[in-house]
């Protein structure tokens, strides 16, 4: 009996241990995911999934690289709600292997053209042996770009975006009003979401999901 009580205050102590050493920032995440329905759950642990999958049915009807269909997918996100970027993807994707890269520039896609141009770019390596991350993601070049191709293949890591920041910080900021993510916020940003997403067994990107998936039903965003 003695050993059952010692064992409850020890599990006791290290809950309220855990909770004295998360920083402000990473109360902030938490408290998100702790108002996270099962709904948000479900849909937020299946989200980069879905997006795979996406991409791997754009590979396999086009015979085409599964990273470069992901890279296109995420070059063509900017500014882009998410059922347009899939439509834009397949259409410059189909067209590209159909008609090749200069029947691309009739293509219309709703984001910006320096991001349509990273498509293309990409998709001039369709046929390549193998293309690797890599090769996708210095042509993907922008931090965010290049986190959320990560996140659609697999790879544990987490997309920081407006919405990312306002769940970091604590409160709801306008997107207007999100100051600029350089290298030092971003990556103490990243740090956060993944020492939260690592203490309750979630990847970086399924964390994000989740919290952002809450973070836009209460706020009804």
């Known amino acids: 009996m003695h050993e059952i009580e010692s064992l409850c205050l020890l599990l006791l102590l ?17 408290a998100m995911l702790d108002l996270a329905s099962a709904s948000d759950i479900a849909e937020g642990k299946q989200w980069y999934a879905t997006a795979n999958s996406f991409a791997r049915e754009l590979a396999n009807r086009y015979d085409i690289s599964h990273n470069v269909c992901a890279g296109v997918i995420a070059a063509l996100s900017p500014r882009n709600k998410w059922d347009r970027n899939c439509l834009d993807a397949e259409n410059l994707i189909s067209v590209y292997v159909n008609a090749g890269a200069s029947a691309c520039d009739d293509v219309k896609v709703c984001t910006f053209g320096k991001n349509k141009a990273k498509a293309i770019a990409i998709l001039n390596h369709a046929w390549d042996d193998n293309p690797s991350v890599d090769l996708v993601t210095t042509i993907l070049s922008g931090p965010k770009l290049r986190e ?12 920081i975006d407006g919405h990312a920041y306002s769940i970091w910080f604590g409160d709801r900021v306008t997107l207007a009003n999100v100051p600029s993510i350089g290298v030092k916020l971003r990556r103490a940003i990243k ?31």
Do not use: P
């Open 14 to 30: 290290t809950e309220s241990n855990h909770c004295l050493i998360m920083s402000v920032n990473q109360q902030h995440i938490q």
């Open 148 to 159: 959320f191709f990560s996140c659609i293949i697999g790879l544990d890591d987490v997309c």
């Open 191 to 221: 740090s956060d979401y993944l020492t939260v997403a690592d203490n309750n067994d979630l990847k970086g990107y399924e964390l994000q999901a989740i919290t952002w998936v809450t973070h836009r039903r209460i706020h009804n965003i």
